[in-house]
Structures are given as structure tokens and as C-alpha cells.
């Protein structure tokens, strides 16, 4: 299998669900990604503190953009469809090119939760993913407590492939945590894309 990466990367542009649109990240949405990662609530489930500073922010997106630069992953902020607000964000990163796989993550600021949107923003990205990028399998970590991005990715077909116990010392917790690995494969996408 041979993928012009080049061309692949060339696809990164807006993607549309029925309440949100998804746009490349820029940098002039650090003020909307510090809200995002600057949220407790939000960065207990990834594993990390809250942003502390616009700066650090602007460190973030700046990452995003380089891993975009290096045809590593692409990043998006889901953005309201009625107001155009950045409320969330979705990746597909991490490419690892010799396997065709990636990871897929998402965030929502608290006030969207429980309100479906992330049922409607993941299998775009995934489709995007199979699709454009041409990948064979998509694959998510998560902290095995956070039972609602479990639900959400064994709705639209992820399997745990692993379970790796006490591997991730959560820097807010002070302890050490276990990890699920759940994956996707394209052959097992078809009934949802």
C-alpha cells in the first residue's frame, strides 16, 4: 500500500455534522484552547493540569501546528454551527505511517457535555480518517474511569486491544493510574461510515 502523504495532508480542511463544524486549528485560537485546556474538568480525564497561562496555550496550538507541518496530525476545534464558538477539539495524531494507524482524541468544554456532540463529531473524524488519510485502524487511550468516552467509543465500534495497569502517573492525582487502549478497524467502520 502506497500513500502520498503529501496529497493526504493536502485534505486537511473543514469538516461539517449537523450542530458543528470543524476547522483546522489556527493561532488565533489560543484564547479558545486555553479555555478548553485550562479547565480542571476538562484535563482531569487526559491525564494532565489545567493550562496555566495564555502562553502556554499558544505553546499548545504551536505543537498542534507542528505536528500538521510534520504530516504527524491533524487537529481540529469544533466550533458551534449557530455562533461559530470553539467548544472543543478533535484530533487524529500520532500517525504512525508504516502501520497506517493512528490515535484519535477529543475535548468538549463542560458546558457541551451529555449534549451528544461528540456522537456526531467522532464518526466524521473517523470517516475522515479511513477515508482521506487511508488509514487501517484508529485507536484510542483513555483512563479506564472515564466511562462516558468508553460508551462513546464502543458505540461506534472501538474494541479494547490492551489494558496496561498503574503505567501513567497522573500529575494532579499524585498516583499511579491504568490505561485501556481501544481500537477500530477500517473493515469494522463500513456499517458507520
Not at 7 to 33: G, H, N
Not at 63 to 83: F, H, S
Not at 118 to 136: C, D, G, R
Not at 143 to 154: F, H, M, Q, V, Y
Request: net charge negative; glycine share 6%; hydrophobic share 40%.
Amino acid at each position: 500500500m502506497d500513500v502520498n502523504w503529501e496529497s493526504v495532508f493536502a485534505k486537511y480542511k473543514q469538516l461539517e455534522t449537523e450542530r458543528c463544524f470543524l476547522r483546522p486549528v489556527t493561532l488565533d485560537d489560543v484564547p479558545a484552547i486555553f479555555r478548553l485546556m485550562g479547565d480542571p474538568a476538562v484535563t482531569q480525564n487526559l491525564g494532565r493540569h489545567p493550562l496555566p497561562t495564555l502562553a502556554d496555550a499558544e505553546q499548545t496550538v504551536q505543537r498542534y501546528l507542528t505536528q500538521y507541518e510534520e504530516k504527524r496530525g491533524m487537529i481540529w476545534v469544533i466550533c458551534d454551527r449557530d455562533t461559530g464558538a470553539v467548544i472543543g477539539n478533535c484530533l487524529i495524531f500520532n500517525l504512525i505511517k508504516a502501520h497506517y494507524r493512528a490515535e484519535v482524541g477529543y475535548a468538549l468544554i463542560p458546558e457541551w457535555w451529555g449534549k451528544g456532540i461528540m456522537s456526531e463529531v467522532l464518526p466524521t473524524a473517523i470517516t475522515f480518517a479511513f477515508k482521506q488519510m487511508q488509514l487501517h485502524s484508529v485507536f484510542a487511550q483513555i483512563d479506564p474511569e472515564n466511562t462516558g468516552s468508553r460508551k462513546l467509543l464502543e458505540k461506534f465500534g472501538f474494541v479494547q486491544e490492551a489494558y496496561f495497569r498503574e503505567d501513567f502517573f497522573h500529575p494532579v492525582h499524585q498516583k499511579f493510574t491504568d490505561t485501556a487502549i481501544l481500537s477500530l478497524l477500517k473493515s469494522r467502520w463500513h456499517t458507520h461510515g
